[in-house]
């Protein structure tokens, strides 16, 4: 199912938190919401929802304008980033809820819990209570909930954010493939813009209640429409007064073209080198570097170098 | 573990035991002192009975009135926030806060039937004050706030993620406040209740105004026991006394189971 956005516009009192949105979400598609905390995302999500009323525009999910149809109308697998378990019901409860008010019979209604639990590998603890869940259990319990009432859209809001790194990295990738194997149009909301571009094959960078860009991951990093863009996705330097990302500059011997500068620091982070060097103006730049290219140039701190950007990023511009 | 310093322990025993064990032991002692057979028979005094029954009467109207008022206002104030609820918050503490003598004197001067507004309900021949209704009224102003007391802070604490799930699951709001809402905060319901209780039960200052006090008629168990001292027959009121302390026992004995049920809900919470 399509979900597309017509100037939805919210104010939370007096302040603007979604200025004119609009976007069209394609089906089947892995939608990431992106911005930084009070980008109006959340309130994007729950608008498309439908647990947020809006104060402008229009939302519609497959052509069929659902903006004033409540929640419970809308077929939305919806999950909260604390994922919200109905703490005094078990995990087969929990998922057979959506089906009991659809008033699913109980032996059907059995099955397709069954199979929900075995979707997400959750069989051995259909019994259990949510507090006996773990993290990225209880977010897997809510996804299962959520699926059971086969919604045409899943909305997720931060459903990484609360879990250890590599449960989280486990969990994106494996959200990830089982999006593709339902094939449901699905929007999820983050902060963190390398979540949004493993995950999400689509981009909506938000920024101020306002979409600062729409693209494919690897097209926002590399071509970004704006200034905001380019520092949000990736880390940016400063060379000669114009910004580059910092594996987008090298350095060479001094008497080679560049700008002519000093080595200050030599930051090594396993794979990643980072070389911060200093220019006779007195201004600062870093250089990223592989362990490969690092260990070959042998940057001390102290040692004159030249700094320019790299031969090949001007093919790509 | 360490224990306490023998001074503290002292200081704590001696302070309960002259408060409440040494008065309890003597009420219980008074009211057996003359065996079972006359107990017994005091037991069954027409006017205490009456009293007893009326207690009950109160009880069973005035706690679920404050149950359903107690559940509403704690949804109203904390899942729809506004000036005016922060004002009704505020409020609904005031019962707390007044001398239960004052409480009974309002009622009685605004629901007589030459008062403010009583004139108008004995025009329709309804009679609140002397009656009743008045008892009714009293005890469940003085309660109040119990029930919301409890749940305002566990609604807060859960917050409102489960029942909006719920409804992106095609649950109408009737069945999301009886599968969700009401499962969440049924024991801090009942702990509310039991307070309540306990507090109808063992009003006196506010229901001594508005009933009058008529023996068989509008006369409470405590109003009972206060009479029967009053006119010199201390036996009879030492065993309402004991009946009183017996009720008040059985709904301690909920009260901390409940309470236990709640910690260990609120330990999940966490």
Not at chain 1, 39 to 55: E, P
Not at chain 2, 39 to 55: E, K, N, Q, V
Not at chain 2, 81 to 97: G, Q
Request: charged share 20%; with cysteine.
């Amino acid at each position: 199912m399509s979900i597309s956005l017509n100037g939805v516009t919210k104010y939370f009192g007096s302040d603007l938190v979604l200025n004119e949105v609009s976007d069209e979400v394609p089906q089947g598609s892995l939608t990431a919401l992106l911005g930084p905390s009070g980008s109006g995302k959340s309130t994007l999500l729950r608008i498309v929802a439908g647990l947020t009323s809006l104060d402008g525009g229009h939302v519609e999910l497959s052509g069929r304008d659902v903006t004033d149809v409540p929640p419970r109308d809308r077929r939305i697998g919806f999950c909260f980033q604390d994922y919200a378990p109905f703490r005094h019901l078990s995990v087969f409860d929990n998922v057979a809820y959506g089906l009991k008010v659809q008033r699913v019979p109980r032996a059907q209604r059995r099955r397709e819990v069954d199979e929900l639990l075995r979707l997400v590998r959750l069989e051995p603890f259909a019994d259990r209570y949510p507090r006996q869940l773990s993290g990225g259990q209880r977010q897997r319990m809510a996804l299962a909930r959520a699926l059971a009432i086969r919604p045409e859209v899943l909305l997720l809001d931060e459903p990484f954010a609360a879990l250890d790194a590599q449960v989280r990295s486990e969990l994106r990738t494996w959200v990830r493939n089982l999006q593709r194997e339902l094939g449901i149009t699905t929007i999820l909301v983050t902060h963190d813009q390398g979540e949004a571009m493993e995950v999400a094959d689509r981009l909506v960078i938000l920024n101020e209640g306002r979409i600062e860009q729409v693209g494919a991951p690897d097209h926002v990093y590399d071509h970004p429409a704006t200034a905001f863009v380019r520092g949000f996705l990736g880390p940016t330097t400063t060379l000669d007064g114009v910004t580059w990302r910092p594996h987008e500059i090298e350095l060479g011997s001094p008497g080679e073209t560049g700008v002519a500068a000093h080595v200050i620091d030599v930051i090594r982070l396993g794979f990643e080198v980072r070389v911060v060097v200093k220019d006779h103006s007195g201004s600062t730049s870093w250089v990223q570097l592989t362990h490969e290219q690092s260990r070959r140039l042998d940057a001390q701190v102290g040692e004159a170098v030249v700094v320019r950007p790299r031969a090949e990023v001007f093919e790509v511009l | 573990m360490k224990r306490p310093p023998l001074l503290l322990r002292i200081g704590v025993l001696c302070y309960v035991g002259v408060l409440v064990g040494v008065p309890l032991a003597f009420l219980f002692q008074q009211a057996f002192r003359r065996g079972w057979g006359a107990f017994w028979t005091a037991l069954h005094d027409h006017t205490m009975d009456s009293a007893l029954i009326l207690t009950a009467k109160v009880a069973v109207v005035a706690v679920p009135l404050n149950v359903l008022f107690g559940v509403g206002v704690s949804l109203w104030i904390v899942r729809h926030p506004s000036r005016f609820t922060r004002i009704l918050d505020r409020l609904i503490d005031v019962p707390l806060a007044v001398s239960p003598i004052i409480v009974g004197l309002i009622l009685e001067l605004t629901y007589a039937q030459n008062g403010w507004f009583g004139s108008a309900l004995s025009a329709l021949g309804w009679r609140v004050i002397f009656s009743t209704p008045g008892i009714v009224m009293a005890s469940a102003f003085v309660s109040l706030p119990l029930v919301s007391r409890q749940v305002i802070p566990l609604l807060r604490v859960i917050g409102d993620h489960q029942e909006q799930t719920a409804s992106t699951l095609g649950a109408s709001p009737v069945r999301i406040f009886c599968t969700i809402t009401l499962r969440s905060i049924a024991w801090a319901v009942i702990y509310g209740v039991t307070l309540t209780l306990a507090r109808v039960i063992g009003e006196y200052g506010a229901v001594l105004v508005v009933s009058g006090n008529i023996a068989v008629v509008t006369q409470t168990l405590t109003l009972n026991i206060g009479a029967n001292f009053e006119n010199y027959n201390s036996y009879q009121g030492f065993v309402g006394a004991v009946v009183l302390a017996l009720m008040s026992v059985a709904v301690l004995l909920v009260l901390s189971i409940a309470r236990q049920r709640e910690r260990r809900r609120s330990e999940y919470l966490a």
